[in-house]
């Protein structure tokens, strides 16, 4: 069974770094992705990776701030998150999807496996 599992999560005061981590158990896959849930809100697109890495793609919320890239020596793929904010407090999921045939996955829905989630937390 294919297992993502992130971590780097933690708490970080306001203007602060922090770096995620998703590690997959199987290398058969196409697009990797991070999203994020805060309380009460639905689950967030936020940044995607292409299978070489070549193409890149970040909700207008993150862009400037947060850096996807994936090591699939590793397979492994990474959230570089800088100038953390208060608003940026949220459970953050790696996710993957398997289709060969979409150039990169943007949404929700198009993904097929997911991580358990790692809690980030912003101090003001």
């Known amino acids: 069974q294919v297992q993502l599992v992130e971590s780097g999560g933690g708490l970080v005061q306001a203007g602060g770094s922090l770096r995620l981590s998703c590690a997959a158990s199987?290398?058969?896959?196409?697009?990797l992705g991070w999203f994020r849930q805060a309380p009460g809100k639905e689950r967030e697109f936020l940044a995607a990776?292409?299978?070489?890495?070549?193409?890149?793609y970040y909700a207008d919320s993150v862009k400037g701030r947060f850096t996807i890239s994936r090591d699939n020596a590793k397979n492994t793929v990474y959230l570089q998150m800088n100038s953390l904010k208060p608003e940026d407090t949220a459970v953050y999921y790696c996710?993957?999807?398997?289709?060969?045939?979409?150039?990169?996955?943007?949404?929700?829905?198009?993904?097929?496996?997911w991580g358990q989630g790692t809690q980030v937390t912003v101090s003001s």
């Open positions: 996710a993957a999807d398997r289709n060969p045939y979409l150039a990169i996955a943007t949404k929700l829905f198009e993904y097929d496996y």
């Open positions: 199987a290398r058969t896959f196409s697009s």
């Open positions: 990776i292409s299978w070489g890495g070549g193409t890149t």
